[in-house]
């Protein structure tokens, strides 16, 4: 991004949040950060003069909205917000209380802040939202429910707004990043897993997919390549390889 701009990044403490946060700051962007942990925000900004944070919790629903309001305009505006935030659990016992979890974080809170964010960009007439989905939102996952049942409602809701921004012939943009296994903190044992790249290869591509304003991109090229096939994989197919894994 050659031209400096004002950049949202919501979960910006951590995983692909915070390596896209610390690559906008390092490029001199106007960068607002936004997470749960105060500690946390504070290693990200570094006393910088072109970073500005807020604590914010996406599962406040009565809140947040009004704390991203508030860190918008300290930052003087926005020109892009990028959706980071979110939870996941690998729960084979289908326990309730993780299960809730989820749904709270990426369909209740999340839907709040990209609403928020959107609306924000309708109204100026330009905006770019980036969010981060996951392939595991293409086909529902046994291990992970509420996970991949929450991807699929962020794909699918992204869809809608992007058809509602080219409706209006606005200069707003919708981009939907699906990433593969990436070695965050919220894949708890990467090594179970196949095709698992690291966070900083992640962010790259990333990066790319939202500087070229793409409207879906998946993370990294080899999911890309796998992604379409796991959409039409017969039933028995995929219940053998989750069975294996």
Known sequence: MDKKMRIMVVGATSGLGRGLAERYIAEGHVVGI???RLSLLEEVSGGRSNVYSAVADVTDIRSVTSVLQDLLQRMGGMDCLVMCSGV???NPELDVAP????????????????????DRFMQQ???HLA??????????????????A???????????????????????????????????????????????????????????????KKRRAVVTRRWAMLAPMMKI???WLVRLILSKA
């Open 99 to 118: 299960e809730q979890i989820t749904v709270d974080t990426n369909v209740r809170g999340w839907t709040a802040v990209v609403d928020w964010a959107f």
């Open 150 to 212: 929450s991807k699929a409602y962020q794909i699918h809701y992204l869809d809608a707004l992007r058809q509602r921004a080219d409706i209006s012939g606005g200069k707003v943009k919708v981009t939907d990043i699906r990433p593969g296994f990436v070695a965050t903190p919220l894949l708890s044992a990467p090594e179970k897993f196949f095709w698992v790249v690291s966070a900083e290869k992640a962010v790259k591509a990333i990066y790319r997919a939202i500087d070229e």
């Open 34 to 36: 936004a997470g749960r």
């Open 233 to 235: 994989a017969p039933e």
């Open 125 to 127: 007439g330009y905006g």
């Open 88 to 90: 996941g659990y690998m």
């Open 131 to 148: 969010a981060i989905s996951s392939v595991a939102g293409i086909r529902g996952l046994a291990p992970a429910p509420a996970y991949s």
